[in-house]
């Protein structure tokens, strides 16, 4: 274990004392030229924003930490590179280490750090530290998946998505620290772009995202967050994005302001994408060249599960009729419109095709059952964000799912800030067609708040397939095993004061073999 020694900390008093950029000479008067500092001292605790892991293998896994001594106020380091100790044991105490090494972690990328870990066992904990001068970070836990042959009896996940800062307490994160998941799945909204708004129940720091500071800080703040922190520290987690990491219902390069110049819109991107790298567990194929970010990819566990994360966002056309409710939308179901892009469809139909995996789950962000909602004149209007803006690409994924045989299908979704459990019919408008998959959707995590119940009968009899639908903040907890998959929905009646406990209204089994969701 990392040695913690406090007498070069230097306390917040004295810092006060002199300006920023005396300090800074003084703390790092010791730096050779060009070379990164290995012996740096901080005014104040750099690892504030905690530690993370994520994208799990067989033998390794992606280690995440930032230095940031000052989160909110440009992180609080020289514009200078600093070299970040890490070690890998098997042990909580860190005294069996089986891997260690040294990243620099530089102020290009805000002083992130990510480390691909490999050489581990499959299958198992492991436990892992960060260093940089002095300063050591929490130990965090992770684990690496199964090895590709091996066939595991169970595996535990939670997924959430929509964790507005501004609309209530992480209280979900709390409770899903109990859930004991070999993985998290995080389908977007995991930061919110909008400027800070008066009596929410706390508060974004900065105006409306636009700068690359800006959104660090956005980032660093929800990082901020003592549950939030916990949770990554305790598992490591399949991050994908959706809209509001940038900016709400974008579509490829095109924003929903329509007066939005699309040069400067995809130079924002960059910036977007940049600042989520930076935050997050990612390896570096997602690293971000300009406004790109190739965040798709799959994530096996065994035999068991193969994950198929999807990015809905960055590669689909402009919603068809406007972003609302719609009726009767013919572009919708225009075949050349796509959520999902050519290039990323055919690689989930091949890797599809060749799983050898019992489940086959798709991890991505917006509603993928064709569901509408009641309008006040009357008629049912269908939302143009989610799949019912790309008919032709939902048709073409449910019936690849359907002719392929492609085992044990299950769709995790996210975006609409309410619960949902549906059956994915083959054809949306016949009730009565096969059942191809199923879909769970998680709430958000704080961004429903405290939600409200109504009565959903009309709902129910206008869609058969939905089998459970719920306004309230929370996340959705599975177990999986080669015979059946189990879902919980978890929900809290409020996050606008901390402590709700959690509640679990409804829970579902879909038996391997049928795509059909049963009430347990
Ligand atoms: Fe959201
Ligand atoms: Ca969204």
């Known amino acids: 274990m990392y040695t913690v020694t406090d007498s070069s900390r230097i306390s917040r008093r004295s810092f006060i004392q002199t300006t920023t950029s005396l300090a800074a000479a003084a703390l790092w008067a010791s730096r050779s030229q060009g070379a990164a500092l290995s012996r740096p001292k901080f005014w104040d605790y750099p690892f504030k924003l905690g530690v993370a892991s994520g994208d799990p293998t067989p033998d390794g896994v992606v280690l995440w930490t930032r230095l940031a001594p000052r989160p909110l106020e440009g992180g609080g380091l020289p514009d200078a590179p600093i070299d970040v100790g890490w070690q890998v044991a098997e042990d909580e105490a860190m005294t069996r280490i089986v891997r260690s090494g040294t990243q620099t972690a530089v102020p290009q990328w805000a002083h992130s750090v990510h480390v691909e870990v490999d050489g581990l066992a ?24 199964p090895a590709a042959e091996a066939t595991p009896d169970k595996l ?24 004991d998941v070999d993985l998290v799945l995080h389908l977007g909204d995991y930061i919110y772009e909008g400027p800070a708004k008066e009596s929410k129940v706390r508060s974004h720091v900065g105006g409306k995202l636009d700068s690359l500071t800006g959104y660090r800080h956005r980032h660093a703040q929800y990082k901020t967050d003592p549950a939030l922190q916990a949770m990554h520290a305790a598992a ?12 709400n219902n974008y579509a490829g390069g095109i924003s929903e302001h329509t007066d939005a110049d699309p ?5 924002q991107r960059a910036r977007a994408y940049q600042s989520y790298y930076e935050h997050m567990p990612l390896r570096r194929s997602a690293l971000p060249t300009g406004p790109d ?28 009729c406007g972003d609302k409710l719609t009726v009767d939308c013919h572009d919708a179901e225009d075949p050349n419109r796509s959520i999902l892009g050519g290039t990323q469809r055919d690689w989930l139909f091949d890797g599809l095709k060749r799983s050898q995996s019992q489940w086959n789950v798709l991890a991505q962000q917006v509603l993928m059952a064709k569901i509408g909602r009641r309008m006040e004149d009357g008629r049912t209007g269908y939302g143009m964000d989610v799949w019912n803006g790309y008919g032709a690409d939902r048709d073409r994924v449910l019936k690849f799912l359907h002719e392929q045989h492609v085992s044990n299908p299950v769709v995790l979704t996210g ?7 549906n059956d994915l019919l083959l054809d949306g408008d016949d009730f009565a067609s096969p059942v191809v998959a199923s879909e769970f959707v998680c709430t958000g995590l704080s961004s ?15 869609f058969p ?28 009646d409020y996050v606008t004061r901390p402590g709700a406990p959690l509640l679990t209204p409804a829970k579902f089994v879909v038996p391997a073999g049928s795509a059909k969701l049963e009430r347990a």
């Open 448 to 462: 429903t708040g405290d939600g409200r119940v109504e009565d959903y009968a009309p709902l129910y009899s206008e």
């Open 236 to 247: 490591p987690w399949l991050v994908t994005w959706d809209d509001h990491e940038f900016e």
């Open 415 to 421: 975006d609409i800030h309410s619960h949902w459990a």
């Open 263 to 267: 040069a400067a819109f995809l130079a």
């Open 122 to 145: 499959p299958d198992r904990w492991y436990f892992y530290q960060f260093k940089a001068g002095s300063e050591v970070s929490q130990v965090g836990r992770t684990r690496t998946a």
């Open 156 to 179: 535990r996940l939670a997924f959430a998505s929509c964790q507005h800062w501004e609309s209530g307490y992480y209280t979900g994160y709390e409770h899903m620290l109990g859930e």
């Open 465 to 492: 397939n939905v089998k459970y639908h719920a306004r309230k903040s929370g996340y959705v907890a599975c177990e999986v095993t080669p015979t059946e998959w189990k879902t919980w929905y978890r929900e809290m």
């Open 293 to 320: 970010m190739l965040l798709y990819r799959n994530c096996r566990f065994g035999q068991l599960v193969d994950f198929y994360v999807l990015d809905t966002r960055q590669y689909r056309d402009d919603q068809a």
